[in-house]
């Protein structure tokens, strides 16, 4: 009815991540090791290996680094912001203006975040 705000098509946040669902082996540690409890795994969607993964709650992520940190398959890629950016629910970074973002945890080499 109304146009919608921009929060409908994304959320401020002072960090996101970006999961490799397909890495994932489900062994649920970083649920536990997310301090804002923005991670939650799947209930019914596998991997292509059958596994259960995580999904991010768009909104609470700090970009801490905890998750990576945990996680034995590298499955996650943290990005941090200086200052809150608008954030879609996939992970997709919305502002354009991404020159103050840092990503760390990567296998392939990322460079990592201080
Ligand atoms: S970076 Fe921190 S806040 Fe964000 S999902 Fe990982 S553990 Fe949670
Ligand atoms: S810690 Fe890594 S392997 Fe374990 S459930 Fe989380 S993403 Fe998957």
């Not at 999961?19 to 969607?45: F, Q, Y």
């Not at 950016?85 to 460079?111: C, K, M, R």
């Amino acid at each position: 009815m109304t146009e919608q705000p921009s929060a409908a098509r994304g959320v401020l946040t002072r960090g996101t991540v970006v999961i490799d669902s397909e890495a994932c082996k489900g062994c649920d540690l970083c649920i536990d090791a997310c301090p804002p409890r923005v991670l939650v795994m799947t209930t019914h969607d596998l991997n292509s290996r059958g596994y259960r993964y995580p999904t991010l709650i768009p909104g609470g992520c700090t970009g801490c680094k905890a998750c990576s940190q945990i996680c034995p398959d590298f499955v996650f890629q943290v990005r941090r912001f200086e200052t809150p950016l608008l954030v879609a629910p996939d992970g997709t970074i919305l502002d354009h203006d991404t020159a103050n973002t840092a990503t760390s945890q990567s296998p392939a080499g990322t460079e990592a975040a201080r």
